[in-house]
Nanobody, 123 residues
């Protein structure tokens, strides 16, 4: 089993920045992909960004490309999501997820999930 714990959410004004963190523990040796998803009230969970744990390759949703950056710290077993130039439409519950194969954008493809951290952007 793998446990994921997110942190770093909060309330920020439009145009501001936040950095989310997701720490992993447990049997992490099998994990190849770590990703961020988000879910706004009344909407489906959507892919935000993903990173290949060994090679560092990344993928981003078009809506965040150029504003968000995903990175990893292998020693700390932690993945980060740096969010800049935040917009009101970025308001959502942000989830960290992990899977044992390559980056996918579909939530059902992921094996492990964190509890989520709330990001609220005020306009």
């Amino acid at each position: 089993q793998v446990q994921l714990v997110e942190s770093g959410g909060g309330l920020v004004q439009a145009g501001g920045s936040l950095r989310l963190s997701c720490a992993a523990s447990g049997q992490t040796f099998s994990i190849r992909t770590r990703s961020w998803f988000r879910q706004a009230p009344g909407k489906e969970r959507e892919f935000v960004a993903g990173i290949n744990w060994s090679g560092g390759g990344t993928d981003y949703a078009d809506s965040v490309k150029g504003r968000f950056a995903i990175s990893r710290d292998n020693a700390k077993n932690t993945v980060y999501l740096q969010m800049n130039n935040l917009k009101s439409e970025d308001t959502a519950l942000y989830y960290c997820a992990a899977r044992t194969f390559t980056i996918k954008r579909t939530p059902s493809e992921y094996d492990y999930w964190g509890q989520g951290t709330q990001v609220t952007v005020s306009s």
